[in-house]
């Protein structure tokens, strides 16, 4: 809620999660810190006009600077809903993961 040019939350709720308790304390606590020892996957559209790509981008890049094994799959043009796009490569993931197969990264070393 809190990266790139996403709209306020008091443009589409009665309340600001970001000010108002409970909610504040549980974004805060629901939000990643260091790193995570676990593969991740991040799929986004470029297009997205709803949650800016540019986050995820970021977030890619902090996370592959913390020694995080990532794969960012970028969907060109897609909007946000790109679930027609990721679903095959993202089903695949998962279905690697539970496999015991290593993740694969993008992340440059």
Known sequence: LTLGDIPSPSTYLTVDPLTTEPYRSILRENTPG???????????????????YEGSEAEAERRCAQGEVVQFARYPGVQHDAADESAIMTVGWI?????GRPAPSTCSR
Request: glycine share 12%; proline share 12%.
């Open 34 to 52: 260091g790193p995570i020892n676990a593969p991740l996957l991040i799929s986004h559209g470029t297009g997205d006009t709803l949650i800016p």
């Open 95 to 99: 279905v690697d993961r539970f496999a």
